[in-house]
Every structure is written in structure tokens, then in C-alpha cells.
């Protein structure tokens, strides 16, 4: 059985974990987000989506 999850379906999931269970402070998780928030606006932004992407593929073992 094959299942397609988006990966930010995945990371959420991560970060419910952890503030569920490890006892993350909700306010930490806001200060993490906005920094992804606004990193995404950088010129990191291209490296770190293919770095992801690569990552993902390597994951899945799939070569598109």
C-alpha cells in the first residue's frame, strides 16, 4: 500500500508530536515557524527547496 503525504502533512504532524509529547512550548514552535517564514524570502530560499526535494527523493528512492 502506497501513501502520498505532502511533506508539510509530515512536519506537522512532527511538531504536534512535539509539543504533545516532548513538551515543546507552543511559543518556540511560532518563533521557529516565522523564521521559516521569512528565510523563505532570502536567497536561500532556491537551495534549501532543492536540498529538501533531494532529500525527498533519496527518502523515496524514486528518480524523476
Known amino acids: 500500500m502506497n501513501l502520498d503525504l ?12 512535539a509539543v504533545k509529547f ?17 528565510l523563505a524570502d532570502t536567497f536561500m530560499a532556491p537551495a534549501i527547496d532543492q536540498g529538501t526535494r533531494n ?6 528512492g524514486t528518480d524523476d
Open 6 to 17: 505532502p511533506l508539510v502533512v509530515v512536519l506537522g504532524l512532527i511538531v504536534w508530536g
Open 22 to 38: 516532548l513538551g515543546v512550548r507552543l511559543w518556540i514552535v511560532v518563533v521557529i515557524t516565522l523564521f521559516g517564514f521569512y
Open 55 to 60: 532529500g525527498v527523493e533519496v527518502v523515496n
